[in-house]
Every structure is written in structure tokens, then in C-alpha cells.
T-cell receptor, first 113, second 115 residues
């Protein structure tokens, strides 16, 4: 049973446009969410996080939105750059065991120059 | 500074053999994690070490899997009597260990293929 779902395995976006990556979760007890980015042959790198007391967190070109009622998380990248091409994983956890991240299956983003 | 390193980067083994995967965490990081990513799946938590505390082994899929962390630094994940379903990328991560929300820094992974 996949508790964290990324239903779009891939996404292509033109350089300069907005990339929107989506993530849905099933466990309403999750209260900490993260996005990781992964380049080929490298480990995932932390991008941005959000706790359930917020509905938005911004860091430069990256913004994460949390809709708790819909159990939905999204990552917006504006403007998208070719260097953003990577696989993006969302992850969720319970504060009671926060180190146990539950990851989605990833979305491969390709930003076209 | 140096990040998390893992060795080997690739390992091909025959079914039934034992394998050892190594992780060198970032110096000074007291928390260490092992994950695996099977084809088409997300990263799956396996085990967590924090300082001298007993490890959280709740994610280990079977008793063929074990892990050690010697001297609070290097960790070895051992898979005994490997099966084809063990084929995956095994990722190690470390964090400062001060808070559970500390950023986890991942190594490049070991790709294990069991024939």
C-alpha cells in the first residue's frame, strides 16, 4: 500500500516556464513533508520541506504548497531551468518518528531549453 | 567537505551468496540511515542508527538483512543468501542527529544485482 503517491512518472516543461510536481498521501497523521531531487548516479539531495502547521514554504525558485484537507502536496519551480532536470521525490513522516521518511516513487522532470 | 560515500558502487552477485555494502557517513554526523530503492518504487526505509542507542531495525524486510555501525561511524549492511528480489539500489544517508528533522544527506548508492 503506497502511502505517498506521485502519479506522474514524468513531466516535460519549457525553460522559463513553471514546473508543478504533485504528490498525494493517504495517512492523515503525516505532519512533515519534504522534497528531494536526484540526478543520475547520485544520491537524493534535500530541496525543501514543510510542516503541517504551514500551507506554503518558499526558497528561491522553489515553493512547496500543502493542502491538508486534500492530502496533497505540490512543488512549484519558477522559472524552470535545464539544470532542474532530475527525478523529484516527495517524502512524508510522522513527527513521532520523523527520521522514517516514506518516499513516493518519483517524477522525472525534463526542462527543455 | 566530503559527503556520504558508499562502496561498492555496483555489485553483481549470484543468488544465495552473501553481500556486504559499506557506508561512510559525513564526519560528525551521529545519525545514519539505510534505504533501498527497488525498480519503480520509492525509497524504502530499512534501518536507523543514532549514536549509541539501539538501532531502529523496523524496516528490515527479513532476517537475512542485518546492519552494523562500528565506532559510531562506518556502517555495513549485510544481506545473507541473496535473492533476486533483493536487487535494488541501496542508499545510505547521514544527519547531524540533533533533531529528527535534521536534513538527511544521501550517498550515491550501491546498485545490487542478484542473478
Amino acid at each position: 500500500d503506497q502511502q505517498v503517491k506521485q502519479n506522474s512518472p514524468s513531466l516535460s516543461v519549457q525553460e522559463g516556464r513553471i514546473s508543478i510536481l504533485n504528490c498525494d498521501y493517504t495517512n492523515s497523521m503525516f505532519d512533515y513533508f519534504l522534497w528531494y531531487k536526484k540526478y543520475p548516479a547520485e544520491g537524493p539531495t534535500f530541496l525543501i520541506s514543510i510542516s503541517s502547521i504551514k500551507d506554503k514554504n518558499e526558497d528561491g525558485r522553489f515553493t512547496v504548497f500543502l493542502n491538508k484537507s486534500a492530502k496533497h502536496l505540490s512543488l512549484h519551480i519558477v522559472p524552470s531551468q535545464p539544470g532542474d532536470s532530475a527525478v523529484y521525490f516527495c517524502a512524508a513522516s510522522l513527527f513521532s518518528g520523523t527520521y522514517k521518511y516514506i518516499f513516493g516513487t518519483g517524477t522525472r522532470l525534463k526542462v527543455l531549453a | 567537505g566530503a559527503g556520504v560515500s558508499q562502496s561498492p558502487s555496483n555489485k553483481v552477485t549470484e543468488k544465495g551468496k552473501d553481500v556486504e555494502l559499506r557506508c561512510d557517513p559525513i564526519s560528525g554526523h551521529t545519525a545514519l540511515y539505510w534505504y533501498r530503492q527497488s525498480l519503480g518504487q520509492g525509497l524504502e526505509f530499512l534501518i536507523y542508527f543514532q549514536g549509541n542507542s539501539a538501532p531502529d531495525k523496523s524496516g528490515l524486510p527479513s532476517d537475512r538483512f542485518s546492519a552494523e555501525r562500528t565506532g559510531g561511524s562506518v556502517s555495513t549492511l549485510t544481506i545473507q543468501r541473496t535473492q533476486q528480489e533483493d536487487s535494488a539500489v541501496y542508499l545510505c544517508a547521514s544527519s547531524l542527529g540533533q533533531f529528527d528533522t535534521d536534513t538527511q544527506y544521501f550517498g550515491p548508492g550501491t546498485r545490487l544485482t542478484v542473478l
